[in-house]
């Protein structure tokens, strides 16, 4: 680690006659060993902000300090004439300037589009003063090889570490990693950050369901993230003859001795990371995991049941891009392979096709988030909200994602709990029957406080007025205290033929001690429509603490804590 505590350089603001719509920074698409191939150096446009050293915006600051609170490096000024010029600072893993503006290019551009996924800005957990709060981001806190979410500081930590001596790929045995440069770790973790902020109770222990959704969502957009980058996306689709869904890249020589073949970069998370750490093995893979209907059954480890909801969203999204492209292959006369070389034209459409639908299907998963129940999600419970958001999106299904969804999920025994078949009609949440509303100034007050990012107590005691006015009807149980979420999101998605769903949507969870077992949690999920005069429910997504549910809490708990 460099010693240098000088203060960083300034220079004239080149920001000082008009003010740009995007910043263009460089990141690694993958990380540093995998050199210039395949678009790894990528330059991202990022949402233009006043920045200080750091750099430190309005929702990220880069503070490059461990864990101790003492500073490592200078902050990175990206205001400076020369970076601004060169798209910020040359992609370089010995640089931490490069490492302070990567983390934050990457963060500011998932945030960009979860913000368009929710037709709103999302926010990170509340602070103590019950005001959203800014991300924190080190990237160099500790010495070994790890990253994680810190949901009490509402931080993100990276490590570095000293590569492996069996270390495979580029990485050089015994030299500096760092974990703030793999691409999609970095999207994993401030994933976390961003569903902590949406759904703060899914930390609670209820479920290995609850912490293994966590891990699989995270899995899940990070690795759609990458696709949707045409650049890399068209060198993966050249090099594997169409076929994305390969495991494997056709070697660069074209079979050459002593050419291997590589791992396809898009679909594994953590290939850079398995390599510096000498196991060459992803951490986890969106693919080459036969479906399974039996495999929850026995697995009980977050992160690999996660990533049985990860290989079911990329079952369906392979199925829907051989749909989607096997007209392209007709009208080519290609037939997809390993062998040969695609025409530059078809690839560049085979790329811009899979990317808006990686991008598609990214942003449903993001909006399905808020159509979740409020706390005691189940693996099955995502793929309702998906439905549920996509019937409204895309009532006709043009893009086939239902049909594959449902089909994926089904193959490898994601079964929603409470549904009677694994049809469309029955996986979509159903309306409330009751037509109860929210009076407008409430509803103003509730929109208000979510654009200010702020506490608004009328309209709070308001909302929890209503909730204590229809507890049975909203799935909340009598004589236990409602908890409000300090915050309630106002949505605005806009579908194919540019209707606008406006929606308010809130959170009330309940909180029973079972003496001498353990706490038992449940809540509702309540999402309010505008039409202009008040709020009728639309949804009240509902997780009640009937006895079934308090056996099955204090159950796992229990398990839990014997395997510590």
């Keep these: 680690m460099s010693s240098d505590r000088s203060e960083p350089f300034r220079g004239p603001d080149p920001f000082d006659e008009y003010e740009p719509a995007n910043r263009g920074l460089r990141v690694y698409a993958f990380g540093p060993s995998q050199g210039r191939r395949g678009g790894n150096h990528l330059l991202l446009e990022v949402p233009f902000e006043e920045l200080e050293p750091g750099p430190i915006g309005s929702r990220v600051a ?110 050089i045995p015994g030299k500096p990693a760092y974990t703030c440069l793999y691409h999609d770790i970095v999207v994993h973790e401030t994933t976390h950050a961003l569903l902590d902020g949406l759904r703060p109770s899914y930390m609670l222990p209820t479920s290995v369901d609850s912490w293994a959704f966590l891990e699989g969502f995270c899995d899940t957009i990070a690795l759609l993230q990458q696709l949707t980058f045409q650049e890399p996306l068209a060198d993966v689709i050249q090099r594997t003859g169409g076929r994305l869904y390969s495991v494997s890249l056709q070697p660069e020589l074209g079979g050459a001795a002593g050419d291997t073949a590589d791992r396809n970069p898009l679909l594994s998370l953590g290939q850079q990371f398995g390599e510096a750490m000498g196991t060459g093995d992803a951490l986890r893979s969106a693919i080459g995991t036969p479906p399974n209907k039996v495999a929850l059954q026995t697995e009980h480890k977050p992160h690999q049941r996660g990533a049985i909801m990860l290989n079911a969203v990329f079952d369906a999204f392979f199925h829907a891009y051989v749909r989607w492209t096997r007209g392209l292959f007709r009208l080519s006369a290609w037939i997809p392979s390993l062998d040969g070389d695609l025409h530059p034209d078809l690839t560049r459409r085979l790329a811009a096709d899979a990317s808006q639908l990686a991008t598609t299907l990214l942003h449903l998963c993001i909006r399905a988030v808020v159509y979740c129940p409020a706390v005691d999600i189940a693996l099955g419970d995502f793929l309702r909200a998906m439905m549920t958001v996509h019937v409204r999106l895309d009532p006709d299904d043009r893009d086939g994602l239902r049909d594959a969804l449902i089909d994926a999920f089904a193959r490898r025994g994601i079964y929603p709990p409470d549904v009677e ?87 009330v969870t309940q909180s029973v001690n079972v003496k001498g077992k353990g706490t038992v949690h449940g809540g509702t999920t309540l999402i309010f429509g505008d039409d202009g005069r008040n709020g009728r429910l639309r949804y009240a997504i509902t997780k009640r603490i009937d006895a079934k549910r308090q056996r099955a809490q204090l159950a796992w708990q229990n398990q839990a804590m014997n395997k510590r």
């Design 62 to 171: 880069v503070v490059d300090e461990d864990y101790e609170g003492n500073r490592l490096h200078p902050p990175a000024d990206l205001n400076h004439p020369d970076v601004v010029r060169n798209g910020g600072f040359e992609p370089s893993d010995s640089n931490p300037h490069f490492h302070q503006q990567m983390v934050y290019a990457v963060i500011s551009n998932l945030l960009r589009t979860v913000d368009r996924a929710l037709g709103n800005k999302a926010r990170f957990r509340a602070a103590g003063t019950g005001t959203a709060s800014r991300l924190t981001v080190r990237p160099h806190d500790m010495h070994e090889p790890n990253a994680y979410y810190d949901s009490q500081k509402v931080a993100l930590a990276f490590g570095q570490f000293t590569a492996s001596k069996r270390s495979t790929g580029r990485s």
């Design 421 to 507: 078949a694994m049809s469309e009609s029955e996986l979509t949440w159903r309306r409330h029957p009751d037509s109860f509303v929210l009076s407008r100034d409430v509803v103003r007050a509730l929109r208000a406080a979510d654009a200010a990012g702020r506490h608004d107590r009328f309209a709070e005691e308001k909302l929890k007025a209503f909730c204590e006015e229809h507890r049975r009807e909203l799935g909340l149980i009598p004589d236990v205290p409602l908890q409000m979420s300090p915050f309630h999101q106002a949505i605005r998605f806009v579908g194919p033929e540019l209707d606008v769903a406006e929606e308010l949507v809130c959170l």
